[in-house]
């Protein structure tokens, strides 16, 4: 059997011009490809010498039934995010529940809220709701930060969802919550005892840095805040900490003013110690280096230090995800292996590598366990990333989700046998085109064989 990478591209430069070249000349071939949603998402891959057999997984009840999407929609599907649905025009406001709760209980639900069709939960509207005033938000905030737990993979992504969603804040509230929250220096080496509020905290602060781009955005990079976040970076930090942290200040780097207020700071000197975490065996240390070597390529530059994809050894790579098809914002490793999303859209890329006979395998290490999916495309699958279309959502692309424990494709879903993937997990990807199947794995155990996207793909 013949093996291929899914690899990462970074620079706009060739391996093997061969490569690029079978890629612009097949057009409808089938490619490794991959999605990811909800900051923080994030994966690895690697050569291995062929699918592991194993007896087929046996599928287990599961509670969540089969989504169904009609052939033409007016909303595009979020892989994360439902629709928010305002109150009618004669809809009396919902009562007022317990913010923590409401919050609580829109964490328990996101991971069956897989298209745009369905219903938001009632958790959710009402939150929405509540976060009309200036009361309310603050409310809201403050509930995200103080009960939305550590160890829960898609912790941020909720946080993110529910702020994204909610209006904008007005002045009044921003300067309320700069006050409540008090941040400072020695905040964050308080916070150090309480590593999910501190984690929260620059979750939110990232999320409204983003929302906020602009004057906004220079207005909430306080001093305090500032100082907070730089702090965070400290090895006495929990590294979710240290991870969030720095992607806050990536957030309000955005602002060009921001940017040069946090370059000034003398960042790049902590980003350089962090930097050596990015083949770090623990996951979340590798996430922190991962993070800190993009930043520092990309924005917090250091004088006289070389760009990591100018040093780089490329000589055994000869496949990767391809930097010239990718959609914008998807964050890839200098050694073209590794792909992660910080943004709060669904980001896509597809592999430099092009197949259209033989049997083909690779495999992908996931270095978190939140929202991504994975599989396989031809040059016809389309990247949407705000309208929330990625790999496995049109007929030209089947992909594999481990967190939602689904299928997808043509933006449909179907659960599949395989437990929730978590860090470390080995996913692969098997396409057989003689036989015009493809085979997903988790840790070598395989699930039955996908043929519907041979009725669209060659």
Not at 96 to 123: C, F, H, M, W
Not at 425 to 448: A, S, V, W
Request: charged letters at 20%.
């Amino acid at each position: 059997m013949i093996v291929v990478a899914l690899v990462v591209f970074y620079a706009s430069r060739s391996l093997w011009q061969g490569l690029l070249l079978t890629l612009e000349h097949h057009v409808p071939q089938l490619l490794g490809a991959w999605g990811a949603s909800r900051m923080g998402n994030s994966c690895v891959c690697r050569d291995d010498n062929g699918a592991e057999d194993s007896a087929e997984s046996r599928r287990r009840q599961t509670e969540n039934s089969r989504a169904h999407v009609p052939e033409a929609r007016s909303h595009p599907r979020d892989p994360v995010r439902p629709p928010r649905r305002g109150r009618g025009p004669h809809e009396p406001r919902r009562k007022k529940q317990n913010v923590d709760g409401l919050v609580l209980d829109t964490l328990a639900v996101i991971r069956t809220l897989v298209d745009n069709d369905q219903e938001p939960p009632y958790s959710m509207i009402t939150l929405h709701e509540m976060a009309e005033t200036d009361e309310g938000w603050l409310e809201v905030v403050q509930s995200l930060i103080r009960v939305i737990p550590l160890e829960d993979p898609l912790g941020p992504a909720v946080i993110t969802l529910l702020l994204d969603e909610c209006p904008l804040p007005t002045k009044d509230a921003l300067q309320k919550l700069t006050e409540l929250l008090n941040l400072s220096g020695a905040a964050a080496c308080r916070d150090a005892c309480h590593p999910a509020k501190h984690r929260n905290t620059t979750a939110v602060l990232g999320c409204l840095a983003e929302k906020l781009a602009g004057p906004a955005s220079i207005g909430l990079l306080s001093p305090g805040i500032l100082e907070y976040l730089l702090h965070s970076l400290n090895f006495q930090s929990h590294p979710t900490v240290m991870l969030f942290a720095l992607i806050a200040l990536e957030k309000f780097a955005q602002t060009s003013e921001n940017k040069m207020t946090v370059s000034e700071s003398c960042i790049s000197d902590q980003l350089i110690l962090l930097e050596k975490w990015t083949d770090n065996p623990d996951y979340l240390k590798r996430q922190v280096g991962f993070c800190a070597q993009w930043s520092l390529d990309n924005l917090f530059l250091k004088e006289g230090r070389q760009l990591t994809y100018e040093k780089v050894d490329l000589a055994n790579i000869r496949a990767m995800l391809n930097s010239n098809d990718v959609s914008e914002y998807l964050k890839i490793s200098p050694h073209g292996l590794e792909a992660r999303c910080d943004a709060s859209s669904f980001e896509s890329v597809r592999c430099t590598f092009c197949v259209d006979s033989g049997v083909w395998y690779y495999e992908v290490t996931v270095i978190t366990s939140g929202v991504m999916q994975i599989g396989w495309a031809t040059k016809d699958s389309k990247f949407l990333n705000h309208e929330g279309y990625g790999i496995g959502d049109d007929e030209y692309s089947c992909a594999y989700d481990g967190c939602r424990q689904l299928i997808w494709y043509n933006a449909r879903s179907k659960p599949h046998s395989h437990p929730c993937w978590k860090e470390g997990d080995t996913i692969g990807f098997l396409l057989d085109l003689q036989e015009k199947q493809m085979i997903f794995y988790l840790n070598g155990n395989q699930l039955p064989a996908e043929k519907q996207v041979f009725s669209s793909a060659m």
